[in-house]
């Protein structure tokens, strides 16, 4: 199947700074990412919709100006948490839709965020 | 809103015991019913879908009846093998909110024993 990857697979950071998350879609093209956060023995929640070429879709309760997501490209979307704190840390989760072929989402591998 | 239930785990099995994850949902509408399975270190992967009532799925012995009646789309496998240890997780699409966002529930952890 059609893969995803996401990068770094984990990053700890300082309280305070930025961290910048990416996701690619390595064999097909993505006019539209997701990106969820997981907590500890909690579902998948969605973030937001990355739409390449125009602004993010958020969902009701999270802070656009605090994450910030783009999708400059059909590969490509970023999610950077901005003046990260220890609240950030979670497992962040892209996927993105091959909707050229069968519309499946495919998942990238996930990345965890650490805050000091 | 949408909801997904599912049984909580962990669930800790012996190879070859029967399996059975329930999973329930809310929704609105008629909605599509995942579950999506996580092996460690892997991103999450499709393991089998229903699209409407009635439907059944089924993927590498595992099976789930979209049951319309009880809002419930169980997962089950006869004989569960180590290499099936993972994260399972039950997930809904509903065409009132574009069928690629998904309402997932919280997961269940399975590990089986040789």
């Known amino acids: 199947g059609a893969v995803v990857s996401q990068h770094p697979s984990w990053v700890i950071c300082k309280s305070g700074t930025s961290v910048k998350i990416e996701c690619r879609s390595l064999?097909?093209?993505?006019?539209?990412m997701f990106w969820y956060r997981q907590f500890p023995k909690q579902s998948l929640m969605l973030m937001a919709t990355?739409?390449?070429?125009?602004?993010?879709?958020?969902e009701q309760g999270v802070e656009k100006d605090k994450f910030l997501i783009n999708h400059a490209s059909l590969t490509l979307s970023t999610l950077t948490v901005t003046s990260a704190h220890p609240e950030d840390s979670s497992f962040y989760i892209c996927?993105?839709?091959?909707?050229?072929?069968?519309?499946?989402?495919?998942f990238g591998e996930g990345s965890r965020l650490t805050v000091l | 809103g949408n909801s997904v239930t599912q049984m909580e785990g962990p669930v800790t099995l012996s190879e070859e015991a029967f399996l059975t994850i329930n999973c329930t949902y809310t929704?609105?509408?008629?909605?599509?019913l995942f579950w999506y399975v996580q092996y460690p270190g892997e991103g999450l992967q499709l393991l089998l879908k229903?699209?409407?009532?009635?439907d059944k799925g089924s993927n590498k012995g595992f099976e789930a009846t979209y049951r319309k009646e009880t809002t419930s789309f169980h997962l089950e496998k006869g004989s569960v093998q180590v290499s099936d240890s993972a994260v399972y997780f039950c997930?809904?699409?509903?065409?009132?909110?574009?069928?690629?966002?998904?309402?997932f529930g919280t997961g269940t952890r399975l590990t089986i024993i040789p």
């Open positions: 064999d097909f093209q993505a006019t539209t």
């Open positions: 997930a809904l699409s509903s065409p009132n909110f574009g069928n690629e966002k998904l309402t």
């Open positions: 929704a609105t509408g008629y909605p599509s």
């Open positions: 996927s993105a839709g091959d909707s050229a072929n069968t519309g499946e989402l495919f």
């Open positions: 990355s739409n390449e070429g125009s602004k993010a879709t958020y």
């Open positions: 229903a699209t409407k009532a009635d």
